[in-house]
């Protein structure tokens, strides 16, 4: 099972970008489907995006669709997820996840995932 450590939030204007890394340390990594929440103030936790083990596909949540992209760096177990055209809404806590099975279908199932990283936080002010 990994271990999940997220960095890159910060403050930024709307319209602005920013890169949220998430280090996994552990040898399952290249057999983990990784994911990025987000939890906004007062707000239930949301599925943002999704990356499979292989990184054969990907899944954006709606919202985010044409501005947030994902990438990794196998040789060094990173996940980045890269965000652009930042709006408001976007005002959030963000959690990477990591899971070793599931249906992509249930990629926004939070039950799914058994590992959570501590989360960074992401504000854009307008």
């Known amino acids: 099972q990994v271990q999940l450590v997220e960095s890159g939030g910060g403050s930024v204007q709307a319209g602005g970008s920013l890169r949220l890394s998430c280090a996994a340390s552990?040898?399952?990594?290249?057999?983990?489907?990784m994911a990025w929440f987000r939890q906004p103030p007062g707000k239930e936790r949301e599925g943002v995006a999704f990356?499979?083990?292989?990184?054969?596909?990907?899944y954006y949540d709606d919202s985010v669709k044409g501005r947030f992209t994902l990438s990794q760096d196998n040789d060094k177990s990173t996940l980045y997820l890269h965000m652009n055209s930042l709006k408001v809404e976007d005002t959030a806590m963000y959690y990477c996840?990591?899971?070793?099975?599931?249906?992509?279908?249930?990629?926004?199932?939070?039950?799914?995932?058994?590992?959570w990283g501590q989360g960074t936080q992401v504000t854009v002010s307008s």
């Open positions: 552990g040898s399952t990594y290249s057999s983990t489907s």
């Open positions: 990356i499979s083990a292989n990184g054969g596909y990907t």
């Open positions: 996840a990591g899971r070793i099975s599931g249906s992509f279908r249930s990629w926004k199932d939070q039950r799914s995932y058994s590992t």
